[in-house]
């Protein structure tokens, strides 16, 4: 069960992001109150958790002025925000605001533009509050840096957030904001998504749009939705889909909207689950009891829920090298100036990516393709394949990573985050969604995999989870133990 929580912010960031909005584009409320409120609650908890470490409200509140233009143009667009304040990564610029991407080269950048992903969520009346912390260029599953220091867990401020997107999911578990956009390459979206019990959608390449600027083309890094729930991770996505020429990857928007296909009375999904992806990374004891027991509740309200899992060949050493590409290319490619203060584990990402041969790199692109087709055929019985997202619960937040997972030493940070490897190495989607609490009362969370460009289908089925299952999705105060 959910440990007792409360919450003691403005009631409005209590409220569903999906109802704002309804709000807003009624003019039912107005969106000075909304930047207010959300002003209000970061002045509350950022002491506790130091989850958006750069706040733009006045940059908001000059944008309200905007709004009737674009509401003109944008009223019967589905994913139209209407003036509701949200959080992006510090990984993202945004026109006029810090973005320190967590490195000491870059604490005082201030950037000149917004990149075209911002620029969308802009035009279709999200008001940007504040940037959220991250590992130093996005390198690493606990959200800290030299310059913000550590995002702490909001329900238990001696916790790890998770990362690389720690602060956005922090800032929707408080009620900081509604909506919080992260980014995805190693669980970046799902793994603080499940530390903070809330959601985290790692998109379709090209659905929220492309690649990083430095790397158009590079599929394996991706914006995303994070929400406090499955119908607000619908509108989030809305928002954030469609065609522009300077994302080359990116999607039309599809013909029925996601929140249109979440609405439709949810049928009983088809469920393939594996408590461990056939032994690919290690689980304690107790997150599988509790995956389990999840599972049986689902399976109780009507879904088909099977133990199952195909054989997937060379994973492992598949995504590293896809990963590897990814830090050669993008922060391999920064000048030697920033290079120079590079931390220890952002040092190493590069130096693997850039010490990939010629082999490596032709085995991946053979082995992806080989992975893609296990899972298409595979999902073509099932909705959803449900794993964890993470094998442990929450650990202090000043470790780096667990070293031990149900008392196995596991080496590297990356194997503590394999599960995240399929989404990626298949470029399936994926979402991580609450599940439970441990007996200690730290999250749970499943992980659900997608069919080929399947984000509706996935949306429902974690729609119907999210219902057999009736978790409280409200924001709380940090339980501060620190």
Known sequence: ???????????????????????????????????????????????????????????????????????????????????????????????GVRTTFGNLAMKDFIAPESEPMVERLESRGGLVMGKTNTPEFGAGGNSKNAVAGATRNPWDTRMNAGGSS???????????????????????????????????????????????????????????????????????????????????????????????????????????????QNGFAAVETEIRAKLRGAMETVAAAGATVEETCPDLPYLNETYLALRGLHY??????????????????????????????????????????????????????????????????????EEDFPRFVNGKEIGTYENWLRFSFLSVASLLPSLAMPAGFTDAGLPVSVQLIGPPRGEAVLLQAALFIEEALALPSAPIDPIRRH
């Open 1 to 95: 069960m959910r440990p007792d929580t409360t919450f003691s912010g403005p009631e409005l960031c209590a409220r569903p992001a999906r109802e704002i909005v309804a709000d807003l584009r009624k003019g039912a409320l107005d969106p000075a109150d909304l930047v207010e409120a959300s002003a209000t609650r970061i002045s509350q908890v950022e002491d506790d958790v130091n989850a958006m470490v750069t706040v733009c409200a006045d940059r908001a509140r000059a944008q309200i002025a905007d709004l009737p233009d674009h509401a003109a143009a944008n009223a019967l667009l589905a994913g139209w925000l209407a003036g509701l304040p949200i959080g992006i990564k510090d990984l993202n610029n945004v026109a």
């Open 166 to 276: 720690g602060g956005a999911a922090v800032s929707l578990a408080t009620g900081e904001v509604w909506l919080s956009q992260g980014s995805d390459l190693m669980g970046s979206l799902r793994t603080p998504a499940a530390h903070c019990g809330v959601l985290g959608l790692r998109p379709s390449p090209g659905r929220c749009g492309g690649g990083p600027a430095a790397a158009k083309f590079l599929p394996e890094a991706t914006s995303g939705p994070m929400a406090r729930d499955v119908r607000d991770i619908a509108l989030f996505l809305d928002a954030m889909t469609g065609w522009d020429p300077r994302m080359p990857l990116s999607l039309d928007a599809p013909a029925e909207s996601f929140q249109e296909a979440v609405a439709r009375a949810p049928r009983a999904p088809r469920i393939a689950f594996s408590e461990d």
């Open 328 to 397: 050669g290319a993008v922060v391999g490619s920064l000048p030697q100036a920033v290079k120079e203060t590079f931390g220890e584990r952002l040092r190493a990402n590069v130096d693997y990516g850039m010490g990939l041969t010629l082999d490596d790199i032709y085995a991946a692109m053979t082995r992806r393709s080989q992975i893609y087709d296990i899972m298409r055929t595979f999902l073509e019985g099932y909705d959803v394949l449900a794993i964890p997202v993470v094998g442990i619960a929450p650990a202090p937040v």
